[in-house]
């Protein structure tokens, strides 16, 4: 089982901020922004290129955007998905980072903190 499994079935903590029945999205507990969410499908798969199905790819960036603008209250945001080890997953179970709260024209941190998340 992982992690995020152990989440949705409450047997971890997070603090939720979003779920509908396909759904659930929690807070990082590593944030790399001022706001750092994560938007996990309940039905799993290991990377995002398991997922075959077009219309569940789009529900999957549908709910990113959702949580972002309307939980989240971001008017910009950053979605980004590690797919593999090597290009930074830690946990495998498919999942959208959504990334924000920087303030308009903070440039800087905003870098120094994607360089983070994409390093």
């Known amino acids: 089982m992982t ?3 152990r989440i949705i079935a409450r047997e971890l903590p997070s603090t939720i901020v979003f779920e509908d029945t396909d759904f659930i999205a929690f807070k990082d507990i590593n944030p ?4 750092h969410v994560l938007c996990v499908p309940k039905n799993v798969s290991r990377r995002l290129d398991e997922i075959t199905d077009a219309a569940e790819l ?3 960036f ?3 955007i959702r949580v972002a603008r309307d939980s989240l209250g971001l008017k910009d945001y950053r979605l980004a ?3 593999g080890a090597g290009a930074g997953q830690i ?3 498919t999942h959208v980072h959504i ?3 920087w303030m308009e024209g903070d440039a800087e941190m905003h870098h120094a ?3 983070a998340v994409d390093g």
């Open 32 to 35: 790399r922004a001022p706001v």
């Open 62 to 64: 549908e709910t990113a």
């Open 58 to 60: 789009g529900r999957l």
């Open 113 to 115: 903190a994607m360089a």
């Open 81 to 83: 998905v590690n797919v």
């Open 3 to 5: 992690l995020f499994e």
């Open 91 to 93: 946990v495998f179970h």
């Open 99 to 101: 990334l924000g709260g």
